[in-house]
């Protein structure tokens, strides 16, 4: 069974640094990946997805995910932060069998230092 | 274009209560999925349906949770008798049905559940 793994719980930047998230999964096949983020009270929007292709991906607020097939990773990146971007941030991995349904990993809340 | 719409956005029960929840997912979307989100945890998929068919509820709690999607448009999921584990945030969510499964889903705001 697939699975991912975000391994860092909370993480605190200054607004303006730079940010990197980590995502690990799990899956037997070419994974469909998947970056979401969720601000308090509100549901999952998504920033960006990798089906295949080109192994770096651009998404919606500036940010960035890259592919690594080797380290079975898809982290999430973006060069400066904004206080804005304060939120909890989800990967997920499809699973494709028929019709798409998401796995999740627990989670990386983000914090932004003034 | 309207989003997922869910109903009741906040809802408190006592334990052994029931609750129900409604959702309505983007017009044309085949594919509905319930999933539950528990306080620091990432969303767990309860049910997916395709059209008006169950495709996926091996997560489902069957003998207190149900969901039912009539003429395959809008959902509801019922919980009964709750219990306190059953605190939560359920989300719907919708796609289309693309062949290889690589529709975006689109989820709605949430129903946040306490249960005392």
Do not use: M
């Amino acid at each position: 069974a697939q699975s991912v793994t975000q391994p860092d719980i909370h993480i605190t930047v200054s607004e303006g640094a730079s940010l990197e998230l980590r995502c690990n999964y799990s899956y037997g096949a070419t994974p469909y990946l998947f970056w979401y983020v969720q601000s308090p009270g509100q549901g999952l929007q998504l920033l960006l997805k990798y089906f295949s292709g080109d192994t770096l991906v651009q998404g919606i607020k500036g940010f960035e995910a890259e592919f690594k097939r080797s380290q079975s990773s898809f982290n999430l990146r973006k060069p400066s932060v904004h206080w804005s971007d304060a939120a909890e941030y989800f990967c997920a991995v499809g699973e494709i069998q028929g019709a798409q349904k998401l796995v999740f990993g627990q989670g990386t809340r983000l914090t932004i230092n003034p | 274009e309207a989003g997922v719409a869910q109903s009741p956005r906040y809802k408190i029960i006592e334990k052994r209560q029931s609750v129900a929840f409604w959702c309505n997912p983007i017009s044309g979307h085949a594919t509905l999925y319930w999933y539950q989100q528990i306080l620091g945890q990432g969303p767990k998929l309860l049910i997916q349906f395709q059209n008006n068919g169950v495709v996926d509820d091996s997560q489902l709690p069957k003998d207190r949770f149900s969901a039912e999607r009539l003429k395959g448009v809008d959902s509801t999921l019922k919980i009964q008798p709750a219990k306190l584990e059953d605190s939560a945030v359920y989300l719907c969510a919708s796609s289309l049905f693309l062949q290889g499964g690589a529709g975006e889903l689109f989820f709605g705001e949430g129903s946040r559940l306490t249960v005392l």
